[in-house]
């Protein structure tokens, strides 16, 4: 079955920012409304198949023995913080880029290995997904009140996805492996300012088909975050 190609970050930044161009056109310089960046932190949790992992495991130790698994768990909540700087070309519409870093997946198990020349033991296995890397995209800014706003982000996710598989045996097996791929982020929030330069943000991120399931495997990224935003 051919695998279909994922958009590069390039393609998928020239293609916004084409749109953008095009629903811009005949907009006027002061109309224009300055940088602004926030920082921003809160939970992150990444959304896989935790069997795939262990099924390597068992694959790889198959000539030597026999390996199998009677208990997980799953650590899914790990701290998670993105970084970003924009620029409003138009009064509701701004240029973002941002920084992620989506914290760590990390699944525990345990179970018993038998070697083939003989002897049983118990043995535990980690699985470690850390993903993070640079965004770019649109942001869209929607007033309610005088000081509270709705955004909206559509962005290119170009993610550094690390995988380590480490099995604690008699035989010590440990893979790691990398991949860089692009997927979509989708991100709602509100901001509310608190004087002429500075405002709190809520956000929800969103990201979809991160990774490579070439490489590594495909996985879904949630955010929450709080943060603070500084314009000028």
Known sequence: MKRIRRPTC???IAAMLCALAAVG???HADDLSGVFMSA???LG???TDNALYQDQLVNQTASIGTLGFNSASLKN???AE???VGFMVWPYVGIDVAYLHLGELVNQATGTFTASAGGTQSVGATTRIRSAGPAAGLLVR???LERLEAHLRVADYCARTTVMNILNAR???SMERGANGSSLLLALGAAYALGEHWSVQIDYLRINKAGDSTKVVDYDANLATLGVSLSF
């Open 10 to 12: 390039t393609r998928w």
């Open 25 to 27: 056109e005949g907009a």
């Open 40 to 42: 921003n932190g809160g």
């Open 45 to 47: 949790t990444i959304a």
């Open 77 to 79: 909540r790990k701290p």
């Open 82 to 84: 993105w970084l970003d």
């Open 142 to 144: 929607l007033p309610l």
């Open 171 to 173: 035989t010590y097996t």
